[in-house]
C-alpha cells in the first residue's frame, strides 16, 4: 500500500468528521449510509484508483458509481479532501445553487462519475461503463458501491446478470451490507438471506469482508483486480452510522435531524475511534 493503514484509518476519520459537518450544515440528512462507506472510500480513492483530482474528467480514468446515492455526502468528504473542490462547498449541501446535492449528480459534482439515487439503477451504469471500458480498451476500471435494501431492487439482478454474462472483471462492485434500511431491518423488510451466496449463484467472484477495515479491503480490491473472467463483489459487512455511536446499527441512523449538539456528539465520538 502507498499509506499505512494508520494513514487511512486517519483519513476515513477525517472524512468522516466532514461527513457529519457537511450534513450538519443543512440540519439533516442520509447520516447512516453516508458513514459507513467511508472505509471502502478511503482505500479506493487513496490506493486503487487512477484519477486525477486537477483532471477530474481525465479519459481512461477508473470510475465509481455510488448506486446507493443518498450515501454522497460521504464521498463528497472524500472529493474535498483529495482536493476535487473546496472544502467549504461542503457546507452547502443541498441548498440553492449548490454543487452538492443531497444525492449525487455528475452534472454538478467535480468527481462524480454517475447521477444516482433512484435505487437499483447504478449498477447497471457500471456495467455499461465495463463494457464501454472494454470497448475502448483502455485498461480502466470501474467500481460500484450497492445497498442491501437496494439489493431488493430486481433490476440489480438483471444488471448482475448480464455483467456475468459479458465475463466483465474490470467490473468490481461492493455490498454495503449493514442491515438496515428506511422502514426497518432488510431481514424484517425483505431478507437476502445468504447474499454472498446469491452473488456466487450468479456467476461473480465473490469475497466477504469487515467493511470497516481498510486492509481487508484493500486486499480484497487487489484480490478482485486478478479475476479477469467474472464481475467481482465484495460483500462489505458494515454498522450503518459508523463512528456516531448513539445511532450505530439502527433504523434510525437512515436518515434524521443533526443539531448542533448532535454534531458536537458524533464529533466526539469519531474522535475517540
Known sequence: MKHSVQELNDIA??????????????GKGHV??????????????????????????MAGRDRLVLSKGHGGPGLYAILAIKGFFDMKEIYTLNKPG?????????????????????????????????????????????????????????????AGMYAAQMKLGSLTCFLDLNG????????????????????RAFGWNVQEINGHDVQEIYNAVEAAKQCTDQ???IVMHTVKGKGWQRIEGTTMSHSLSVSADDLAEALNDIDKE
Open 231 to 233: 464481475p467481482n463483489m
Open 32 to 57: 447512516g449510509g453516508a458513514l459507513d462507506i467511508v472505509d471502502a472510500l478511503t482505500v479506493l480513492y487513496y490506493e486503487e484508483m487512477n484519477i486525477d483530482p486537477a483532471n477530474p474528467k
Open 98 to 158: 449548490t454543487m452538492l446535492p443531497s444525492h449525487c449528480d455528475r452534472l454538478l459534482t467535480p468527481g462524480i462519475d454517475m447521477t444516482t439515487g433512484s435505487l437499483g439503477q447504478g449498477l447497471s451504469a457500471a456495467v455499461g461503463m465495463a463494457l464501454a471500458d472494454r470497448i475502448d480498451g483502455n485498461g480502466a476500471r470501474v467500481y460500484c458501491i450497492i445497498g442491501d435494501g437496494e439489493s431488493q431492487e430486481g433490476q440489480i439482478w438483471e
Open 13 to 26: 476519520k477525517e472524512a468522516r468528521r466532514v461527513t457529519m459537518k457537511c450534513i450538519a450544515s443543512l
Open 180 to 199: 438496515q434500511q428506511i422502514d426497518a431491518s432488510v431481514d424484517e423488510v425483505n431478507s437476502l438471506l445468504d447474499a454472498a451466496e446469491k452473488w
